[in-house]
T-cell receptor, first 114, second 117 residues
Framework: AQSVTQLDSQVPVFEEAPVELRCNYS??????LFWYVQYPNQGLQLLLK??????LVKGINGFEAEFNKSQTSFHLRKPSVHISDTAEYFC????????????FGTGTRLQVTL | GAVVSQHPSWVICKSGTSVKIECRSL??????MFWYRQFPKQSLMLMAT?????????EQGVEKDKFLINHASLTLSTLTVTSAHPEDSSFYIC?????????????FGPGTRLTVL
C-alpha cells in the first residue's frame, strides 16, 4: 500500500514569485508519481508525472517536479506563478504497473495574489 | 492524453430517488475506469474500480448495493446512486486508465455534482 503526505494545506504567494508545493510518499514497492491540478468545480488535470528515467520532470504551465528516492519526495515547483495558477494541487502515487490505483494526498491550495 | 466526459455535470434529486451518472472515454478504449467521490475541500476517495465486462471492485466501506457500477463497453461506465440521501451529496469523478504497461496514467472526467434534497 502507498500513502501520500502534503503537509501544506494552503500556500499563499504573490504573483511572479517562485513556489514549491511539497509532497512526500511512502511505499514498499516501486512507484509512479503524479501531480494533478483542480480548478473550482472541475475534474483533475494532469500536470506532470514520473514513471522512470530522469528525476526532473517538466509538465504543463511551467511546472516541474523532482523525484527524490532517498527522501521519498516529489515536490512541485514553478519559478514564477500567475494569478491563473490559483487552484488546488494534488500529489498522487500508484504502485508501478498496469492500471494501478491512485492514492491521493489531501491537496494544497495555492493562492496567488497581486 | 485521453479525453473523458461525464454526464450530467450536476444533478439535484429528491431523497429516495436513484441517479445515474455516465462516464465516457471519448477517444480511448478503456478496459479500466475508476470512480471517486470528493467532499468539499477534501481529497479524492476511490470508491471502486470498474472493469469492462466484469463486476466492479469496491473499496472497503463502499456499499456496492448502493453505488451500482456498470461497465458494459470500452467507452462507457455508469455509476447509479440508489435510494439517494442527503449524505450522498458529493462531487463524483471518474477516470480512465491508459492501461499501457510502463505508462500507466489516469485521465479524469470533469466531475458530477450531486445534491440530494
Amino acid at each position: 500500500a502507498q500513502s501520500v503526505t502534503q503537509l501544506d494545506s494552503q500556500v499563499p504567494v504573490f504573483e511572479e514569485a517562485p513556489v514549491e508545493l511539497r509532497c512526500n510518499y511512502s511505499s514498499s514497492v516501486s512507484v509512479y508519481l503524479f501531480w494533478y491540478v483542480q480548478y473550482p468545480n472541475q475534474g483533475l488535470q494532469l500536470l506532470l508525472k514520473y514513471l522512470s528515467g530522469s528525476t526532473l520532470v517538466k509538465g504543463i504551465n511551467g511546472f516541474e517536479a523532482e523525484f527524490n528516492k532517498s527522501q521519498t519526495s516529489f515536490h512541485l515547483r514553478k519559478p514564477s506563478v500567475h494569478i491563473s495558477d490559483t487552484a488546488e494541487y494534488f500529489c498522487a502515487v500508484s504502485g508501478a504497473g498496469t492500471a494501478s490505483k491512485l492514492t491521493f494526498g489531501t491537496g494544497t491550495r495555492l493562492q496567488v495574489t497581486l | 492524453g485521453a479525453v473523458v466526459s461525464q454526464h450530467p455535470s450536476w444533478v439535484i434529486c429528491k431523497s429516495g430517488t436513484s441517479v445515474k451518472i455516465e462516464c465516457r472515454s471519448l477517444d480511448f478504449q478503456a478496459t479500466t475506469m475508476f470512480w471517486y467521490r470528493q467532499f468539499p475541500k477534501q481529497s479524492l476517495m476511490l470508491m471502486a474500480t470498474s472493469n469492462e465486462g466484469s463486476k466492479a471492485t469496491y473499496e472497503q466501506g463502499v456499499e456496492k448495493d448502493k453505488f451500482l457500477i456498470n461497465h458494459a463497453s470500452l467507452t462507457l461506465s455508469t455509476l447509479t446512486v440508489t435510494s439517494a440521501h442527503p449524505e450522498d451529496s458529493s462531487f463524483y469523478i471518474c477516470s480512465v486508465s491508459s492501461g499501457a504497461v510502463g505508462t500507466d496514467t489516469q485521465y479524469f472526467g470533469p466531475g458530477t455534482r450531486l445534491t440530494v434534497l
